[in-house]
């Protein structure tokens, strides 16, 4: 890059810029011709120079999505260094942005899950893009992954609460990373109790197996993480206290109805029918999907 290109960009000053394209008319032409390469844009996004940066999306949106040598776009690094106005501008500009993939395949979004929720980023950010919480990395990550390894609360309370609005939410939630971890997993390895709470009530599937042939339960015995262990092993002695019920209540009506069948009406054995249907269902739900 043009050392003159490189210092307008440091400084935010635009002048500078065209007084070079006054010079010469192709002065940004060779950037589009390096498939990897820094951009005047990369260098403003770095500075937070956000006048300047718009200028240069003005003139030219390719940079946008242009990654740099370490394979990062000028979104991927406005996120990194904090410059939440400068991130929410690119997003107004393009919201497609928030789909580009970098170095591992990770999106802005990802970085943001690395690195916390400095001022609210990732709540503004999931509003103007909440479609950018199903991407995954190379090794098929998502957000929640990395929130949940991270140890990133703050990141995963925001993930969760934009995931109960979308209908996509249990794909999300029940994802496998290339080791076939869910969320779950990393949760439960992590010790993370309040990530395994909210994960439990968006219906994450606790009888998933990773590669090693684990369910979250048996990955959080493998650690020795006592409270992760408390709260899988809670919801099924629920589920299975729930289900027990249901069965014993279940089989009283059935005797009631069949032993005494002549005795009798229409109507109260076509009631107590509907009653039977609906213990009859309430227990294959609860097989099918615990409570929680």
């Not at 844009?41 to 120079?49: F, K, N, T």
């Amino acid at each position: 890059m043009d050392e003159r290109l490189r210092t307008a960009g440091r400084a935010g000053n635009v002048s500078d810029v065209y007084t070079l394209i006054q010079r010469d008319g192709n002065a940004l032409r060779c950037f589009d011709e390096v498939e990897f390469i820094e951009t005047p844009l990369h260098v403003a996004a770095e500075e937070g120079c956000i006048g300047f940066a718009m200028e240069m999306m003005n003139l030219k949106p390719s940079f946008a999505r242009k990654l740099n040598q370490q394979g990062l776009s000028p979104v991927h690094i406005a996120v990194k260094r904090g410059h939440k106005e400068m991130v929410l501008r690119f997003l107004e500009i393009d919201k497609d942005l928030a789909h580009v993939k970098g170095r591992k395949g990770k999106i802005p979004l990802h970085f943001l899950s690395k690195a916390g929720n400095p001022d609210g980023l990732v709540d503004r950010f999931l509003e103007v893009c909440p479609e950018s919480i199903r991407n995954v990395t190379t090794t098929n990550r998502t957000a929640l992954h990395i929130a949940a390894e991270r140890n990133r609360l703050d990141v995963f309370q925001v993930l969760i609460q934009t995931l109960k609005k979308q209908n996509y939410c249990q794909e999300v939630v029940n994802r496998k990373d290339e080791d076939g971890n869910t969320a779950l997993h990393i949760a439960a390895i992590n010790n993370q109790p309040q990530m395994l709470k909210l994960l439990l009530e968006c219906k994450a599937d606790k009888h998933e197996t990773n590669e090693a042939g684990l369910t979250a339960l048996e990955a959080a015995h493998q650690q020795n993480n006592i409270e992760s262990i408390s709260i899988l092993r809670e919801v099924s002695n629920f589920r299975y206290k729930l289900k027990k019920q249901i069965d014993k209540y279940g089989s009283k009506v059935s005797s009631l109805i069949f032993d005494n069948i002549d005795n009798i009406s229409g109507e109260d054995r076509s009631g107590l029918l509907v009653i039977l249907g609906l213990l009859l269902t309430t227990t294959y739900q609860v097989t099918l999907s615990p409570p929680g």
